[in-house]
């Protein structure tokens, strides 16, 4: 039986053990889509990732919570738009009983309080488990009706405040709500209905209704005009919040396009240049062996004949 050892063998397994961990690496990098696996593969570039992956979950749970968000100020928006149909009518029904040759002001007086308890039911909308119109009271229903109430025929449950704030990919913060009060129920410092009050506004008119007072019915024409006013600015800015929105939805899509596409650029397999590695790798590895095959066996016994 031959034996030998030299230098060249050494080499020879120390090279074909290299292409089989090579050709491992690229059989995994195909099989499973990435270049990077683990952080041996490339420490740097694997920092990268942690990061961008990161970056890809926030801008999908920024996208998320904007989606939501959206949904939230569409319906406050919608809810408004009835509001303000309801206090045209209230307007057009005051139109209509303003003058002395008016008849029948009790009997529309039931419509106006109609009127009055949809605005109140409008304080009550609900979006994604919360009350719309309630500010940081968003799980609390702030009005309900009372004839008996001078202060605009209501009771007030609560008076939240209005701290929430949204925020965009870039940390960016803005409001997309108005509570109830604000809309609905402004007050003086006093803590009466204002001018631009539209629930007073409505409870006046359907109060001169019902008492059959001409005057009465023009002051409430007055308040009603100042709270269709009123009632335009809150849309505006509603408008303005579902711009806001739309444009920070757009931003946390873009912002996830980027990262998704820099985590791919450094993370995923390049297959065709993998699958041409491996291709390569394996002739290399059959040429190796080949060409070893065809090396001369030797031994001592050969040299002393």
Request: charged share 25%; no cysteine; aromatic share 4%.
């Amino acid at each position: 039986m031959k034996t030998y050892t030299n230098a060249q063998s050494a080499r020879f397994l120390a090279d074909l053990e290299r292409v089989d961990k090579r050709q491992a690496v690229v059989q995994r990098e195909i099989s499973s889509g990435y270049r990077v696996n683990m952080p041996s593969d490339s420490p740097q570039d694997m920092i990268d990732i942690v990061q961008l992956k990161s970056d890809v979950a926030r801008s999908g749970a920024i996208t998320q919570t904007l989606g939501r968000v959206q949904a939230e100020v569409n319906t406050s928006e919608a809810g408004l738009e009835v509001a303000v149909k309801l206090v045209e009518r209230a307007r057009t029904i005051a139109a209509q009983t303003a003058t002395g040759t008016a008849e029948n002001r009790k009997g529309v007086a039931l419509e106006v309080r109609e009127i009055h308890q949809q605005l109140i039911d409008i304080t009550k909308t609900v979006s994604s488990g919360r009350y719309v119109y309630s500010g940081d009271a968003d799980q609390t229903q702030l009005y309900s009706a009372d004839w008996t109430q001078a202060a605009g025929g209501v009771v007030r449950q609560a008076q939240p405040g209005n701290t929430r704030r949204i925020q965009d990919i870039n940390g960016t913060s803005f409001s997309v709500t108005r509570t109830a009060g604000e809309i609905f129920d402004t007050r003086d410092a006093l803590d009466q209905p204002d001018s631009t009050n539209v629930f007073n506004a409505v409870y006046q008119l359907g109060k001169a209704l019902e008492n059959d007072d001409e005057t009465g019915v023009q002051n409430a024409t007055v308040l009603l005009v100042s709270s269709l006013d009123h009632l335009g600015r809150q849309l505006t800015f509603f408008g303005n919040a579902q711009n806001r929105v739309s444009q920070a939805i757009t931003l946390a899509s873009e912002a996830s396009v980027r990262s998704i596409k820099e985590l791919s650029d450094r993370r995923d397999t390049d297959l065709t240049k993998a699958i041409v590695d491996l291709s390569t790798l394996k002739l290399h590895r059959e040429a190796a062996l080949g060409a070893q095959g065809q090396q001369p066996r030797t031994s001592l016994f050969d040299y002393l004949g």
